[in-house]
């Protein structure tokens, strides 16, 4: 399957000095690609502002926000959960990613993600699903929803204990 959005790129020579300020919304086809990777419902809405711009040594930041609608199954009930997606995405494309083996203090909340910039294309779509995924309710369940199943080979609630079994061991020995 291809990635859904793969045609959102920018060739880093298409950007201007000053950079480059985006707004885009994702069209039906790309929505129901997306709904359909990410096992969603539906998403009826996908809006992505975003910007993207030079750094020294031939890198580049892609930085934004990702605002969704989106309808996952509910894990009890699998009836609809709408829910809404707000989540920013900060993210360097350097030439060559270097590895900080030594650096054992380095936190990976202290900036930008780093990525490697290939064929000067920075993958703006690639971005998007992956924050949309990331951010998505790993659960998400209806506040009405309730539990109520019970194993039909177990006896009648209350009239047995647990430690039943292990006393009836007990007396064996």
């Not at 920018?10 to 086809?29: Q, Y």
């Not at 900060?90 to 490697?116: C, H, K, M, W």
């Amino acid at each position: 399957m291809t990635e859904p959005l793969n045609d959102w790129t920018h060739n880093v020579t298409d950007i201007p000095s000053g950079g480059l300020d985006r707004e885009r919304e994702a069209m039906e086809n790309e929505r129901a690609a997306i709904a359909g990777a990410l096992h969603l419902l539906q998403l009826p809405k996908l809006v992505v502002r975003y910007r993207i711009k030079s750094l020294s040594g031939g890198s580049y930041r892609l930085s934004g926000k990702v605002i969704a609608d989106v309808e996952q199954p509910c894990v009890v009930t699998l009836d609809p959960v709408a829910s809404k997606v707000e989540a920013p995405f900060d993210v360097e494309f350097r030439p060559q990613v270097e590895t900080a083996d030594n650096d054992e203090d380095a936190s990976v909340l202290s900036g930008p993600d780093i990525d490697v910039l290939e064929r000067g294309i920075i993958p703006v779509g690639r971005i998007v699903f992956e924050t949309v995924s990331a951010s998505l309710d790993p659960y998400p369940r209806r506040p009405d929803a309730e539990f109520n199943w019970r194993d039909p080979h177990a006896g009648e609630p209350g009239k047995t204990s647990p430690f039943a079994a292990l006393s009836k061991l007990r007396d064996k020995t």
